[in-house]
């Protein structure tokens, strides 16, 4: 995650990130995304998407530019909803 004034090339990334998740999102796949406030060194973003299996849900994490870029990481963790506000 950029913390700091990023590069122009860090900006072009993450500028091609945000693209590859609102594509997704239009695409109905990403159900959200979003990131904590804090500009530190703890600083995390979290997108929830849906995929058919592990396989294609590492694929289109491995796909985001900025995780291809090396500007931000990612771990994938399989989630199964228990209770949703109606």
Avoid at 72 to 78: R, V
């Amino acid at each position: 995650m950029v913390t700091e004034g990023p590069t122009s090339s860090e900006a072009e990334t993450v500028s091609r990130h945000f693209a590859y998740l609102t594509d997704l999102t239009n695409k109905g796949v990403v159900i959200l995304v979003g990131r904590t406030q804090n500009n530190d060194e703890s600083t995390l973003g979290i997108v929830i998407f849906e995929a058919d299996n592990e396989s294609a849900a590492q694929n289109i994490m491995e796909n985001d530019p900025a995780v291809q870029g090396d500007v931000m990481t990612a771990a994938l963790y399989p989630y199964k909803i228990a209770l949703m506000r109606k």
